[in-house]
Each structure stands twice: as structure tokens, then as C-alpha cells.
């Protein structure tokens, strides 16, 4: 006996349901404990708020009165912290993607000696704990003196994300047909030429799915942001939130993290689609 043809239309669309129920169930339970007041945190539904309140998200911009030397400055810190986390999140990125993109193209189009074995080990590095590699960073960090310094992140997060990037980029330009930059060299275009004019625009989608899987690299960390900016007006969201300790009187840190991740969110919705056409490209179609 078999299911009725309707049946299977219906099974999936409720495991699609369920799916994007459990992806979002987290973020409206941080969003409504964001509105709540302290009283009805305590003692209200937890899953519903009945009397909404701003309070929380206000506090974040009133300004503060921090030492600076000895000198006793007002800045208001959370946007302190979102400028950091802009400067080091563009500046990690950049340098994630021109690297990434330079040395898949090296690896997947010119293929050195030993190209295969240096993918695999690149893709090995992606398995190694972050803990690990705690020892080493910081001994780096301390030599380039770069501590408390906003480049010491900027230079750390790529050395996370790049072997990802560079093993899912060479998999897409391997797959690359040669035809391609063979018909740009009969029109007389250089290497570079063909690169920069066909390649690299060829690729975006795959570049796209680098810089999305960078991006979150970066924003899921907060122990090496913590560690090695410890002045206040030098931390980034990440560092600055754990500082700001969170009670059930104070749901400043409860807003503060919906407001970060609302920056974030509609970046990666917005890249969904490029990202699931980059991987594809990479893994399975190569061109």
C-alpha cells in the first residue's frame, strides 16, 4: 500500500515548519524578555509580554562616565562598541576574502607541486580547536605589540576563516572549465585581465558564501575580543556585552545582544540565497 500523493507535499512542508520553528523560537524568546520589565520577567508568562517597554533599549545610549588616563570622559558605550566592531569586522573581512581569493586561485587554477596535499591540510587547520590556538595568538600578539590594539583582532580572524575559504574557493576555480581564460588568452587578455574581468565576477557567488561563513567566524567570538582589548573604549560588542553582567534586575545586556544580532541577521538573510548558490557551485557544479 502507498501514501497518498498528497501526503508527501504535507510531511514536508511540516518539517519545514518545524525547522524554522526552532530556528526562530530562540530569537523571539530573547526579543520579548528584551520588552519586559523587571516585574513581569519575575512573575509574567514567560513566553508572551503583555506591557512592552523600551527601558532597556534607551539605557544603552545613556552616556556613562568612564576613565579615560586620569581623565574622567562621558561616552555612551554600546555605540562605542558598535563602531569597534565595525572597523574590525570590515577590516577582518577584507582581508579574509583578497586572501582567500588569491590563494584559491593559486591553489585551484596554477596548481603548484603538492597543490591536493596543501587543500587537505588546509581543511585539516578548520578542525583544530580554537583553544588551541589561544597560546600561539597571544604570544604573536604580545611580539607585534598589538595589545589592546583593535589590528590584533583584525589580524586574528582571518587566520580563523581564511583555510575554510581558501579550501572552498580552490574546490570551485578547480572545477573551473579551462576553456574560459583560454578564450580570454585569444583575445590577447593577460592573466590578471582574465582574472579580474571573468573569473572573479564568474565567482561571486562562491566569494559570497566565503564572506558569509567569515562573517560568522567573527561574530561567534568573544574570547579572544575579551582578552586582548581590555580597555574599555577599545572593546567590541562581544567583549564589551560580557562586561556589563547580566541580573534580573538589568536586562540591558538582554537588549543590547537582540540590537548587536539585529545587525548581523538581515546580512546573512539577505546573502541566504547567494550562499546556498556558492556552496553549490563549489561542492557539485564548479562553474
Not at 53 to 67: A, I, R
Amino acid at each position: 500500500m502507498t501514501a497518498p500523493r498528497w501526503l508527501h507535499p504535507c510531511l514536508r512542508a511540516c518539517g519545514l515548519a518545524l525547522i524554522a520553528a526552532g530556528s526562530v523560537f530562540p530569537i523571539y524568546m530573547i526579543a520579548i524578555e528584551s520588552l519586559k520589565s523587571v516585574h513581569e520577567d519575575v512573575t509574567g508568562n514567560p513566553l508572551i509580554v503583555l506591557h512592552p517597554t523600551l527601558k532597556w533599549y534607551l539605557g544603552l545610549f545613556d552616556p556613562v562616565v568612564w576613565l579615560r588616563g586620569e581623565i574622567a570622559v562621558q561616552s555612551v558605550p554600546f555605540l562605542v562598541w558598535l563602531a569597534n566592531t565595525a572597523i574590525v569586522f570590515a577590516g577582518a573581512l577584507a582581508i579574509t576574502l583578497v586572501t582567500s581569493v588569491m590563494g584559491a586561485y593559486a591553489l585551484g587554477r596554477l596548481r603548484p607541486p603538492g597543490w591536493r596535499t596543501w587543500r587537505r591540510a588546509l581543511f585539516a587547520t578548520y578542525l583544530i580547536p580554537q583553544s588551541l590556538l589561544f597560546l600561539p595568538l597571544y604570544t604573536l600578539v604580545f611580539r607585534l605589540n598589538l595589545d589592546d590594539n583593535l589590528l590584533a583582532l583584525i589580524l586574528i580572524y582571518p587566520m580563523l576563516a581564511v583555510p575554510f575559504c581558501v579550501w572552498l574557493l580552490s574546490a570551485y576555480y578547480q572545477r573551473l572549465d579551462p576553456e574560459v581564460e583560454e578564450s580570454a588568452y585569444i583575445e590577447g587578455a593577460s592573466r590578471t585581465t582574465a582574472f579580474l574581468r571573468i573569473i572573479l565576477p564568474m565567482s561571486w557567488p562562491t566569494v559570497v558564501a566565503a564572506g558569509v561563513f567569515a562573517l560568522g567566524v567573527i561574530s561567534s567570538d568573544s574570547i579572544f575580543a575579551a582578552v586582548f582589548l581590555p580597555n574599555q573604549f577599545h572593546q567590541t560588542l562581544a567583549a564589551g556585552l560580557g562586561t556589563m553582567g547580566p541580573s534580573m534586575d538589568n536586562l540591558s545586556v538582554v537588549a543590547a545582544v537582540n540590537l548587536a544580532a539585529g545587525t548581523v541577521v538581515p546580512i546573512a538573510a539577505l546573502s541566504a540565497g547567494a550562499y546556498v548558490r556558492g556552496l553549490t557551485a563549489a561542492m557539485v557544479e564548479g562553474a
